[in-house]
């Protein structure tokens, strides 16, 4: 079968690459979103840890605002020492006693070494540290050397030495002495413990354990340094260092004494020869964004492996489902016998073609039914027909080529759908081939025989029409072939024969019969045989026509589909049946049902949902207590929207009726797919009971499955005491038929209901 085999490996070729390409899009798919994780992770943490900067900055800004302010303080009280002393020496020189002086008038503190008086020779001429000291001489002191070259007030302050009287580690804050005629006479030296400037405004809680505060001179020198792990001793001075000029500002940096990384805020004391920083340790300061960012790691990573966990089986299980999908699709699209594509795929296809304008005069449609192919099943049985199926597919695939698409919508039926321009010559050249192909003989089971196959052939000339208009066209064309004596091809008219006009005449009276009131409804009992009571009643339209007297649904139905009425109609029906079923209610028969036909068209051209919902509504009926009924044919056709809507109309509790069930060709596929209620069994197969053995066993198989599947049996066309007898002794059936009543109006279901009494909610269940 070259030309059905062609077809599936590049429908598999494309799905192959289409799959490929969504399964390549769900790992880009986790690594984008991980990607955004993360970059949100790591925004979040730069923010984090910014704030966090900004906060320890602000902290150290303050607390060296406070060191600075701290320091001008102790200098403040150090100066009125040194001047105090000043004044009581150049008040007296020759009468002056530092001694008596510093008791006098000078506050000791823990922090103050000694006060010591240097001459103008250099020499230590008196000190609180001893009452008769040695005459040390000092003159090489830096503080000496300033004092004796500039005469002037100021106060100076020295680096860190070590005292030659007190041995201890001091700052030396000294001023000029001067005799009364203003020459110099020396020096009043205050020498106080470095700690004298820390010691007092260290704070672990605010500084922290490695935090430091210094006091540092503009050349660089430390002055004072304290830090949270090294208190300072009095006396002792273990920070000797400098400060490079380069560090005389705020920011993070490296300590240069301890190496310690710190967040420093530094300000410089105006007025006086130095500055103050405040450190705060980088990794105390960081260890809660620290701890943060840990927990954010934590959280990302385990976020990732779930993500990546997650995506693999994703990946493996849409992989999967992506296979299955392409195997239903096949099903769905593509017929299994033949490997041509089917009804469905054929409507879907011709649904783009007709709503494209370009394609009005450019598309055709080739109707092929085989004449004679039924003779084929009876004759040699359905494996044979079969094999002359896939024969026939084959020989039509070589015929048709590149020329069009083949495609099989029926048991014995196929299409071809052509496209292109000259493609009514085109279409005649193909119809004429393929009735040459088939002329061949076909050699099965040793059986030599004949096809003939006859040709509807429709243009596609109209701009609105859909594809079902050009599919009926040319289904006309090909009965107007066999028509014409089978074996041949016709093209569509509408000349070809009365139905145009008389559809246009039914059209125009049925509208006429909607507007006046014409149409009515008529109920047909359903009976319990194992009760013997009536079940519910379904609703037949009938019209009562002005000239032609009582018209039964079967004479205008097919007029109101082909033109669209039926939704109208439907309406119409839905509406006056559950008007009754509420009246039925209100009277007492509260467990009758009421079971209403649904056109195919009305399912892809009306409301029903709506209708159906606003009727429940309006009548306050109960939802379960109405059967829609819907044929085979209906959801062979649309399977897709009539499931759609057959599913909505389940979830507002409504009841689904599968109606001539076994005539169709896929009866237990539906039953499969589509969740009905009840099984209404066509009176084709009534009216051989009982006397039909194998009609019996179908029936009885049939009532068998239903009820294993859960599911009413309702059994048409009951006519006979025979019949009733056999349906009900092979299970609990409901049954319809003239034997019981034909269908009357409503004025005359009371007598019904009087003669057979209405089934008990316990009865119907």
Not at 181 to 207: K, M, Q, W
């Amino acid at each position: 079968m070259k030309r059905a085999s062609a077809k599936p490996s590049a429908r598999s070729a494309d799905r192959s690459a289409i799959r490929r390409r969504s399964l390549l899009a769900i790992p880009l798919l986790g690594v984008l979103l991980l990607g955004l994780l993360w970059i949100v992770i790591l925004s979040r943490l730069q923010v984090e840890k910014e704030a966090t900067y900004r906060e320890s900055s602000a902290s150290a800004a303050i607390l060296s605002a406070a060191l600075e302010q701290h320091t001008i303080k102790a200098i403040h009280q150090v100066d009125q020492i040194t001047r105090f002393i000043k004044f009581e020496f150049e008040k007296s020189p020759e009468h002056f006693d530092l001694r008596t002086t510093v008791e006098k008038g000078v506050v000791q503190s823990d922090t103050l070494i000694q006060i010591s008086l240097i001459d103008q020779n250099g020499k230590l001429i008196a000190t609180t540290a001893e009452t008769d000291p040695k005459p040390i001489d000092l003159s090489d002191r830096e503080h000496f050397l300033i004092h004796k070259r500039e005469n002037d007030d100021q106060l100076y302050i020295s680096t860190p030495v070590l005292g030659r009287v007190s041995r201890h580690w001091t700052l030396q804050i000294t001023r000029r002495l001067n005799f009364p005629d203003g020459s110099f006479a020396g020096v009043v030296v205050v020498s106080e413990d470095p700690a004298y400037f820390t010691n007092d405004f260290y704070n672990n809680a605010a500084i922290g354990k490695d935090g430091v505060i210094s006091v540092v001179s503009d050349s660089g020198v430390i002055l004072a340094r304290r830090t949270g792990s090294s208190p300072q001793t009095p006396g002792t001075f273990s920070a000797a260092g400098n400060y490079p000029t380069g560090r005389h500002v705020s920011g993070v940096y490296d300590d240069p004494i301890d190496g310690v990384s710190r967040i420093v805020s530094y300000r410089h004391i105006d007025g006086y020869p130095l500055g103050v920083l405040v450190g705060l340790s980088e990794a105390e300061e960081l260890a809660d964004y620290h701890h943060t960012r840990n927990v954010y790691l934590m959280m990302g990573s385990f976020i990732t492996l779930a993500l990546i966990a997650f995506f693999g089986v994703s990946t493996g299980l849409i992989s999967k489902l992506l296979g299955r999908e392409r195997e239903m699709i096949d099903l769905v699209e593509y017929d299994v016998l033949t490997e041509l594509p089917n009804r469905y795929h054929t409507l879907k296809l011709l649904r783009g073609e007709v709503g494209q304008a370009t394609h009005v005069g450019r598309l055709a449609l080739l109707y092929i039914d085989l004449d004679n192919f039924k003779t084929v099943n009876d004759t040699l049985g359905h494996n044979a027909g079969d094999a002359v199926l896939q024969m026939t597919a084959t020989r039509l695939g070589d015929t048709v080529g590149d020329a069009g698409m083949l495609a099989r919508i029926g048991g014995d039926e196929f299409v071809v759908v052509v496209r292109g321009d000259h493609v009514e010559e085109a279409s005649t050249r193909l119809a004429e081939s393929i009735e040459q192909t088939l002329r061949e003989p076909f050699d099965v089971q040793g059986t030599a025989f004949v096809l003939h196959a006859s040709i509807g052939i429709a243009l596609h000339t109209i701009a609105d029409e859909s594809e079902i208009d050009l599919l009926k066209k040319a289904d006309l064309a090909m009965y107007s072939a066999k028509d014409a004596g089978k074996g041949c091809y016709a093209f569509y008219s509408p000349a070809l024969a009365h139905r145009a006009d008389h559809l246009m005449k039914w059209e125009q009276q049925l509208r006429v019969a909607l507007a006046e009131g014409q149409l009515f409804l008529a109920y047909q009992p359903k009976i319990d045989l194992t009760h013997k009571c009536i079940a519910g009643f379904e609703a037949l339209v009938r019209w009562d026509h002005p000239t032609q007297g009582l018209i039964s649904a079967g004479d205008f139905i097919p007029v109101a589909e082909s033109t669209g009425l039926i939704v109208p109609i439907g309406d119409f029906v839905l509406e006056s049946a559950c008007r009754q079923l509420g009246l039925w209610q209100r009277q007492g028969y509260g467990s009758l049902t009421l079971a209403i036909n649904i056109s195919s068209v009305q399912f892809w051209r009306g409301d029903i949902l709506d209708t159906v919902s606003r009727c429940l509504r309006e009548f306050n009926i109960p939802p379960y207590r109405l059967e829609l009924e819907i044929t085979e044919t209906a959801m062979m056709e649309y399977p897709d929207l009539v499931s759609e809507k057959i599913f909505a109309l389940k979830r507002l509790g409504v009841r689904i009726a599968l109606d001539d069930f076994g005539t169709g060709y896929s009866s237990l596929s539906y039953l499969n797919r589509f969740a009905v209620d009840t099984l209404k069994v066509d009176k084709s197969f009534v009216q051989a009971i009982p006397h039909d053995r194998s009609v019996c066993v179908m029936v009885s198989a049939i009532i068998g499955l239903a009820r294993s599947l859960g599911l009413t049996v309702v059994v048409e066309g009951t006519e006979t005491e025979e019949q009733i007898a056999w349906l009900a002794s092979v299970g609990h059936v409901e049954a319809q038929g003239f034997l019981f009543s034909r269908p009357v109006p409503a004025s005359e279901i009371a007598a019904l209901i009087e003669k057979y009494g209405v089934c008990t909610n316990a009865e119907i269940t």
